[in-house]
């Protein structure tokens, strides 16, 4: 199993920006990708960006030049550094472990007021 502990979340304005943390434990040596989810009220959960056991990376089209996924090896932390916030940022996000399981946090409220 892979525990997932998300951190950093709240609320800031328009055009500020703030970092999301990600811990892993348990068998994270299973895991092949991390990624950050995001879900606003009413809409589907989307991906925000993704990165691979590799290193590389992807990202939703929306936030690309904007959001940056990272990763600590030694801290089994990734994280999500955000700037330049939107309104339309607003959501619930999730981290997301992919091993031959799929595991999730349990969300962090992100807030951009405009």
């Known amino acids: 199993q892979v525990q997932l502990v998300e951190s950093g979340g709240g609320l800031v304005q328009a055009g500020g920006s703030l970092r999301l943390s990600c811990r892993a434990s348990?068998?994270?040596?299973?895991?092949?990708?991390m990624g950050w989810y995001r879900q606003a009220p009413g809409k589907q959960r989307e991906l925000v960006a993704r990165?691979?056991?590799?290193?590389?990376?992807n990202y939703a089209d929306s936030v690309k030049g904007r959001f940056t996924i990272s990763r600590d090896n030694a801290k089994n932390t990734v994280y999500l550094q955000m700037n330049s916030l939107k309104p339309e940022d607003t959501a619930v996000y999730y981290c997301n472990a992919e091993s031959s399981t799929t595991w999730w946090g349990q969300g962090t409220q992100v807030t951009v007021s405009s």
């Open positions: 990165i691979l056991r590799g290193g590389s990376t």
């Open positions: 348990g068998s994270i040596f299973r895991i092949n990708a």
